[in-house]
C-alpha cells in the first residue's frame, strides 16, 4: 500500500501557524515540542559523555529510594541544573532519596548529589 502525505494545504497551515506559536513562547529546542508542564532543556550545556542522548526538556519524576522506600520527587529544575550547570551524566536516573545519597556518599566520595 502507498503511503500519502496530506496535501491538505489548510491543514498544512495550521500546524505551521501551530509551530511559529510555539517557536515564539520557547516550546520548541531543536526542532522538539516542549510537553506542557515541562521545563525547556538547553541541550548545549549538557555533558553527553561521548554518546548522544541529550534531553530537550525536563518533567518532574517521582520515584521511591531504593534505600528507605522513601517517596521522593526529582524537580524539573534540580534536574536542570544537575544536567546544564553540574554538568552530571546525562544516562543518571534518580534512585536514591537525600538522606540515602548523602550516606552513600560518605561512603563513595566523589559522586555528584542529584537533589539539593
Ligand atoms: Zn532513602
Known amino acids: 500500500m502507498k503511503k500519502t502525505l496530506s496535501k491538505n494545504p ?4 495550521r500546524e ?3 509551530i511559529k506559536k510555539l517557536r515564539k513562547a520557547s516550546r ?4 522538539v515540542e ?10 548545549e550545556s549538557q555533558f553527553h559523555g561521548g554518546g ?7 518533567q518532574d ?4 529510594c531504593a534505600g528507605c522506600g522513601k517517596k521522593e520527587v526529582w524537580t524539573a529544575e534540580q534536574q536542570k541544573r544537575y544536567f546544564e550547570v553540574q554538568k ?17 556518599m560518605q561512603d563513595k566520595p566523589g559522586t ?3 537533589s539539593a
Do not use: T
Request: charged share 25%; hydrophobic share 30%; proline share 10%.
Open 10 to 13: 489548510i491543514k498544512r497551515q
Open 16 to 18: 505551521e501557524k501551530r
Open 28 to 31: 520548541i529546542v531543536q526542532g
Open 34 to 43: 516542549i510537553p506542557k508542564g515541562a521545563l525547556p532543556a538547553d541541550p
Open 52 to 58: 548522544y542522548a541529550v534531553k530537550f526538556s525536563y
Open 61 to 64: 519524576i517521582h520515584y521511591s
Open 88 to 104: 552530571g551524566n546525562i544516562y543518571n536516573k534518580p534512585k536514591w532519596c537525600h538522606e540515602c545519597h548523602v550516606k552513600r
Open 112 to 114: 555528584k548529589p542529584m
